[in-house]
């Protein structure tokens, strides 16, 4: 196997090529421990040997790293693994482990994801949202279930109150209407939420 390039990331890592493809990140103590140099040839023993032993801990650090901070969901793991060069057997095989340890699991992502943008979202597009990080559609509507949820109606006009003044709602309404609408609120709860903010105003005012 020849070593085709070793490009520098950062001040820390680089991005070991064998054969023109990338294989992975490596470190200065890596380079120095295999000896590696480009243009110079290295047996595929050695380099299995270092994908064995340091590979699968270094994806498993990477992605605990990324948990820390924040819940995500599988698809985020994988991609940050992935725009890693990790290979697909040693993502596939960190994510059964962050699964089996109870780190990684989609339904809470989704639970806490719809309770956080619930009062600035409309369902439509919570599930637009989550469809996108590759989360399926029976995770999602079982946490829609399951979780005990006010009405749509009520996120909706808190999220108005939120954002306008009722001089703003009268003299934009169609415009605020359409946004609303584009933002996936079906347009009876729109038309009725807009109405009792309107009537509450008007009957604060006398």
Do not use: H
């Not at 697909?88 to 806490?112: A, E, N, Q, S």
């Not at 409309?122 to 946490?143: D, P």
């Not at 979780?147 to 003044?165: C, H, M, T, V, W």
């Amino acid at each position: 196997m020849l070593v085709t390039e070793i490009r520098q990331i950062d001040t820390k890592k680089y991005c070991l090529y064998i054969n023109d493809a990338p294989f992975s990140i490596v470190y200065a103590s890596d380079i120095k421990r295999m000896q590696l140099e480009e243009g110079r040839e290295i047996s595929d023993e050695r380099l299995e040997a270092f994908r064995k032993e340091y590979l699968p801990r270094r994806a498993m650090n990477r992605a605990l790293s990324a948990l820390q901070y924040s819940e995500q969901c599988e698809a985020d793991i994988r991609k940050k693994l992935e725009n890693a060069w990790y290979a697909p057997d040693i993502i596939d095989d960190t994510v059964d482990k962050l699964k089996t340890y109870g780190y990684l699991d989609d339904g809470r992502y989704v639970c806490g994801f719809i309770r956080n943008n619930l009062m600035k979202k409309s369902r439509k597009q919570i599930r637009y949202q989550l469809l996108s990080k590759g989360i399926s559609l029976s995770v999602i509507e079982k946490a829609f279930e399951e979780l005990d949820l006010p009405d749509e109606y009520e996120g909706l006009k808190a999220s108005i109150l939120r954002r306008y003044q009722p001089e703003e709602l009268r003299e934009q309404r169609e415009k605020i209407f359409a946004c609303y609408i584009r933002k996936g609120y079906s347009y009876s709860a729109l038309r009725q939420c807009l109405n009792d903010v309107l009537f509450s105003a008007d009957s604060v005012l006398n």
